[in-house]
Every structure is written in structure tokens, then in C-alpha cells.
């Protein structure tokens, strides 16, 4: 009984040291105090999201366990039979957008309205302010219930509910998209709360993201992002930004306003599989990179960024412009819900080639860090979602018909219909669509464009 009573001593007194060492791991993982609290992940069994889950936590993902707590003490608590696989000081969160001077977007946007291509059928969840529901511009627009993030990271289930916008961004945000993409439904997912520890934090970007996951939206727009995050943190934004990724939402972000100053990496814009969204303003017959858009590797497009007119909440009728990569993200926010009414199954790959096809070169050829790959291009967009016959014809000096080839499935940016008499014909080249009837025609001799 004495050797037994022994090992028992001695397996209580490993077992402990074992405990106090795990909580010693968590504390030197991180500082031991953080005026945002910490977002943790464990590998154990998820909590319901936006549960009561335990004392002084609270969920932000349920399928991928990730939680926030204010101190480690918290974290120690709860984890006491968990593991806790990544630990991160939260951080804030920045809009991006302010207003500024005149100009005026005319990026072929009508052909979508003039064929319906609206984004009917379509969720395009809006992560901001919230909204201000009451402005004209929304008056036959689909808002949908939306969500409080902060209020349901705090557990304050009177405000639920409240999407309402005091400060005005999230309003002029989902003003651009549904200026376009008018059929498409907004989900106002609210992140921004003065009386929240969770306003413009990281923690409330990753919840927004999770309510996306859990209720099947299209398209989500962030015109707001966090900076100099962790690893860990990279590391949780990325988990949910690669499920998002796998349930086909196309993610829209705005890649950040530090182009004059360190051009640091904005997150969520900077997770692979997000689509980055810089600025670009109009410059005589021309576009450039607008000196306050963030140039670096988050940029995959670019969109107009200046003069963006926008509902204001200072009344119904009221309209304001704007700068700022806030309201270039929107706009290929629009754009991407009326590609998922074209195509509901098309997946952030699949759009971000047509992307690549369809955008305008105005940098560096090829990709570069001041405009990604281009500015977007409503036009030819329509035409890469959009099949039209193209027919090829060849004729001779005297205008005698000598060949013709057609593809019926033409769409923009693919090859077209070879002659084997085009070098020495003039090729004329007609499209046909159903929605649109003849389009202009192109015209080629010798490989020079004629009309």
C-alpha cells in the first residue's frame, strides 16, 4: 500500500506540473495583457455559435472553434480540458473611405442593367457600419434581416437585430452595389458598435465571417480590414477565408488607403482567395493608380475610387462622393453578383480568370502591384458570361465571299474562328447574340484592323 500510495503521489504531482505548464504556454505565446483581448482556436468539440458557450468567452466561429476571451486567466479557464492549437492578440479594424472631389464612374456598367444582368438572386453580404435602410437609393432594393456582429459577440440579444448605421460607411458601401447590382438581396452584417469592446476589431471581421459561411452568401464584401496582425491571426482569417472559399462565396475586399504612406498588408485582403481591390482615378483620356490606394501583393484588380457617388444618413434623399478603396470593392462586389446570376455555380477561381480576361491593362504589362491585373471592365465582362455567334467571313479585293467559320459559344477573350484564306482576304468578324441582337463588327486585312 506504501509504494501504491506513492505513484499515486507521484502521478498527481506530474499531472499537475503538466497543467501549469500547459497554462505557461499560453501565456508566453502572447503578452500577458491586450487592450483587445485575445482569439484563441482549440481542436475540441465547437461551442453553438453565438451561444451563452462559458463564463468569459465568446465564439466567433463554431465550425472552426475559434473564441475570444479578454485575459489569458479567461483562456486558462476554459481550456482547462482543451488544447489551444493558435493564440493571437486581437487588434482593430480601419474603414477604408473618405469623401473627397469629382468623378464620374463609366466603366460600361448600363450593358448590365440594358440585359438584366442585375444580381437577381443573389446575397451580397455588406461586413460595416451597418445601414441606413430609410435612403431612396434602397427603396426597391432586397435588404435582408442582417446581423449585430458586435452584439452577438457580447451575447446583447436586444440588438441582434440592429443593422442601423450612425457613421455612415457600411450605407454608402451597400449604396454603391445596389446601384449596380439593383436585383441582388444585401445582407448588412454589422461590425461597428460604440458601445462594443467587438466594434472595428479583427474579431468582428472573423465572426462576419463566419455568419457568411453558416447562411450561404454569394458574395461578401469587406470595405474594412485589420493590419500588422499576428501569425495566428493570419493563420484563423485564412481558415475561414479558405472554407468561404470552398462553398463557392466570391470574397470582395478593399485592399486598404496607405499608398502615400508604409503600404502594409490589410487583412481580409491579403488571405489567398480573396479578391483585393485597389483604386484607380481618371486622368485625362486615362486611368492611374489613385495616390491613396494601397499598392502591394493583395491587389488583384482595380476598380474607380474617386468622386464615387453614395447615399448619405443625413437624410433620404441625400448623396455624397467619395474616395477611397471602400468604394472601389463594392463596385466589383456588383459586379461579382451578377456573374453568380449568370453562372450560380461559378466558384472565386473561376471569376477571378474571367477577371484576368476581361480587366483593362493600365500599369506595367502584366500583373503589378499598383493595379493587379487591370481595371475591371463591365463591357467585357458581359461578353465573357454571355455566349454570342461569331462569324468569321473572307473576302477578296473585289469583295467576292471566298470562306466563312463560326463558333456559336464565342465569349470574350477566347480565340477566334480561324480562315485559312485570312492572309490574303480581308476577315470580317460579326457577333450575334439573343439578347443583343448584331453587335458592332471587326474588321481585319492582313492582320491590321481596318474598322
Not at 479594424?93 to 444582368?117: K, S, T
Not at 493595379?371 to 463591365?378: A, E, K, S, V
Not at 467559320?405 to 476577315?427: H, M, R
Amino acid at each position: 500500500m506504501k509504494n501504491t500510495s506513492k505513484i499515486l503521489t507521484i502521478i498527481l504531482c506530474v499531472s499537475t506540473s503538466l497543467t501549469a505548464c500547459a497554462k505557461d504556454s499560453i501565456a508566453m505565446r502572447v503578452s500577458a495583457t491586450s487592450e483587445y483581448g485575445y482569439i484563441f482556436m482549440t481542436d475540441k468539440t465547437p461551442v453553438s455559435l453565438f451561444s451563452n458557450g462559458e463564463d468569459n468567452i465568446d465564439v466567433i466561429s463554431n465550425t472552426n472553434n475559434i473564441y475570444h476571451a479578454d485575459t489569458i486567466e479567461d483562456i486558462q479557464a476554459f481550456t482547462s480540458a482543451k488544447n489551444v492549437t493558435l493564440i493571437a492578440e486581437d487588434c482593430p479594424a480601419e474603414l477604408y473611405g473618405y469623401p473627397d472631389e469629382d468623378w464620374y464612374m463609366e466603366r460600361g456598367i448600363n450593358v448590365f442593367w440594358d440585359f438584366g444582368v442585375t444580381g437577381r438572386n443573389t446575397k451580397v453580404a455588406v461586413v460595416d457600419t451597418g445601414i441606413y435602410a430609410e435612403h431612396d437609393v434602397f427603396k426597391d432594393i432586397n435588404i435582408a434581416e442582417g446581423a449585430n456582429i458586435c452584439a452577438y459577440l457580447d451575447r446583447n440579444a436586444s440588438k441582434y437585430d440592429d443593422v442601423s448605421d450612425a457613421q455612415g460607411h457600411g450605407t454608402a458601401v451597400a449604396s454603391v452595389i445596389s446601384q449596380i447590382a439593383t436585383g441582388a438581396t444585401i445582407v448588412p452584417l454589422r461590425i461597428y458598435d460604440d458601445s462594443s469592446k467587438y466594434s472595428l476589431t479583427a474579431a468582428s471581421i472573423l465572426a462576419a465571417m463566419q455568419y457568411a459561411i453558416s447562411y450561404d452568401i454569394d458574395v461578401i464584401n469587406f470595405s474594412a480590414g485589420f493590419s500588422n496582425p499576428s501569425d495566428e491571426l493570419i493563420q484563423m482569417a485564412q481558415k475561414l477565408t479558405d472554407e468561404l472559399y470552398a462553398k463557392g462565396t466570391l470574397i470582395v475586399s478593399a485592399t486598404g488607403n496607405r499608398g502615400d504612406g508604409d503600404n502594409r498588408a490589410e487583412y481580409p485582403a491579403s488571405c489567398n482567395g480573396v479578391i483585393g481591390v485597389g483604386a484607380v482615378t481618371k486622368d485625362g483620356d486615362t486611368y492611374i493608380r489613385s495616390p491613396f490606394s494601397t499598392a502591394n501583393n493583395s491587389i488583384f484588380v482595380t476598380a474607380p475610387g474617386y468622386g464615387i457617388w453614395c447615399a448619405d444618413i443625413s437624410g433620404n434623399d441625400m448623396y455624397v462622393q467619395k474616395d477611397g478603396t471602400s468604394f472601389s470593392a463594392p463596385i466589383v462586389a456588383a459586379m461579382a453578383a451578377g456573374v453568380k446570376q449568370a453562372d450560380p455555380d461559378i466558384n472565386a477561381e473561376k471569376f477571378k480568370e474571367l477577371l484576368i480576361k476581361t480587366v483593362t491593362d493600365i500599369d506595367e504589362p502584366g500583373y503589378d502591384t499598383n493595379t493587379g491585373y487591370g481595371l475591371i471592365d463591365f463591357n467585357a465582362m458581359f461578353g465573357a458570361i454571355n455566349p454570342v455567334c461569331c462569324i468569321a467571313a473572307a473576302y477578296d479585293s473585289e469583295g467576292v465571299l471566298l470562306e466563312t467559320s463560326i463558333n456559336s459559344q464565342y465569349k470574350y477573350g477566347d480565340s477566334l474562328p480561324e480562315l485559312e484564306k485570312a492572309p490574303d482576304c480581308t476577315v470580317k468578324y460579326l457577333f450575334w447574340d439573343s439578347l443583343n441582337g448584331m453587335r458592332p463588327s471587326r474588321v481585319y486585312n492582313n492582320g491590321g484592323v481596318l474598322q
